[in-house]
């Protein structure tokens, strides 16, 4: 590592105009994070550079969820050297505090914990001598993200978690859990709305205990934010699906708050969610899911599922495969189990095979691109009140990208060029050539009609 102190080789002291580029993987976490430390760094009058423009400081964060996602942070890190060599490079996430992890020679000035990442900018400022260029500066708002082309903006409510699931390694690198007050994060939710933030995500490690260490609760938090904020859409993040009360459900009744829910499952067998070390069977998250569906019409649940856990056998297998599709889910993240080095689960014997994994990845896979379909399908026909994203592009030629309230994504044609940012009424009309989106038609809201 590069003393932090002194400038790189070839590289001259910082110049008045500082510009920084911010890059992640992982989590929405790492991006409640990076977002974070961009209106900081603007607040200092700095500039935000966008993916391949050059910049003087270049800040990663990286993930180590698995073997794959080090391996990728690693390639980050290794990118950001090349394509900006007289940058200095500050790194933190999880891969950079856990010990076992080697992120190579990689040029690093300086290295933050997850214990520090809050104050990531004050000790970048003080340890590489930035500059404060106050005749420049902003306020912490929304500009930051916009200057990285994002509309939502993650909000981060709590860091850490209690539990020890045997497959996870984020605990040791996140620690124990820590809550922002509710007060801060209504706060920050309001001056992200003031600057034009039309939807916020709410985001932690152990999202479903929040509060533990404040007297407080998810269920208080979400209830405060509705009441004093005003962003027109609010959505929270992954949660685990335990520490939910029949309260939570209440939230729903306001439609600010979002119909959808990414829960975790893992396994859909017991026997491995038991070896998981999971606080949740199999029919208690069917219950879980029953509940979320009877408090709204058209609940959209996304989980993830881990492919081939130490001693998974066929018969569990079928069990995970039968589960799932009973549920119906409308995505699933599929991660091939790699052990990590400091859980529990890397010391169980009977490991499966790779190619089992890949098997049961495919298989799995092709359930789940069956199952989004099947509820894609069923929204045919409906007029949806969308957040537009940004203009794209795919076969059938440019279309707007936008998030239907259930997370559904919709691609909109003949929309007006300015509509990035903004809350637009459609039509939906069927569904895209490669069955992965809704398309839609911009459509005038009818008076006293209520979109879905």
Request: proline residues 6%; hydrophobic residues 40%.
């Amino acid at each position: 590592m590069r003393d932090p102190a002194r400038p790189a080789a070839g590289q001259t002291a910082f110049e008045s105009d500082v510009r920084v580029q911010l890059q992640t993987l992982g989590c929405r976490l790492n991006e409640a994070e990076l977002e974070h430390w961009a209106r900081q760094f603007r607040q200092r009058g700095y500039s935000i550079a966008t993916s391949g423009e050059p910049a003087d400081l270049v800040v990663i964060n990286t993930c180590a969820v698995t073997a794959e996602a080090v391996r990728k942070s690693r390639k980050l890190l290794r990118r950001a050297q090349r394509d900006n060599p007289h940058a200095r490079l500050v790194v933190s996430g999880c891969a950079a505090s856990l010990p076992e992890q080697d992120l190579g020679d990689a040029g690093i000035d300086l290295l933050v914990p997850n214990g520090d990442k809050d104050r990531l900018v004050e000790i970048a400022a003080h340890a590489l001598d930035l500059p404060l260029m106050p005749a420049t500066a902003t306020e912490p708002a929304a500009d930051a993200l916009f200057a990285r082309g994002r509309q939502r903006a993650f909000v981060k409510i709590q860091d850490g978690c209690r539990y020890q699931c045997t497959f996870c390694i984020t605990t040791n690198a996140r620690g124990a859990e820590r809550s922002r007050p509710i007060a801060d994060i209504c706060s920050e939710i309001n001056n992200l709305s003031a600057a034009g933030i039309r939807e916020v995500v709410l985001t932690g490690v152990h999202a479903g205990g929040y509060g533990g260490d404040l007297g407080s609760s998810l269920t208080e938090l979400i209830a405060a934010v509705l009441d004093d904020t005003d962003v027109p859409r609010v959505r929270l993040g992954s949660v685990e699906p335990w520490d939910l009360p029949d309260a939570f459900w209440g939230l729903f009744e306001n439609p600010r708050f979002m119909p959808h829910l990414h829960l975790p499952l893992q396994s859909g067998a017991d026997s491995v969610l038991k070896r998981m070390a999971r606080r949740c069977k199999s029919a208690e998250f069917q219950r879980l899911v029953e509940r979320a569906r009877a408090a709204v019409s058209d609940f959209n649940v996304t989980t993830d599922i881990i492919v081939g856990f130490p001693g998974e056998t066929d018969d569990e297998w079928r069990r995970t495969m039968g589960f799932v599709e009973r549920i119906g889910f409308g995505h699933l993240h599929i991660f091939a189990y790699s052990p990590r080095a400091g859980t529990l689960a890397a010391d169980l014997p009977l490991r499966v095979p790779d190619g089992v994994k890949r098997e049961r990845g495919r298989e799995l896979h092709a359930l789940g691109q069956r199952m989004k379909r099947d509820l894609l399908q069923r929204f045919v026909g409906r007029s949806l009140a969308v957040l537009v994203e940004s203009r794209n592009e795919d076969e059938a030629g440019s279309f707007d990208a936008a998030l239907a309230p259930s997370y559904l994504p919709v691609r909109i044609r003949g929309a007006a060029r300015d509509a990035a940012n903004s809350i637009m009424p459609v039509r939906v009309l069927g569904l895209s050539n490669d069955a992965q989106a809704l398309e839609a038609a911009p459509e005038p809201p009818a008076p006293g009609r209520a979109l879905s």
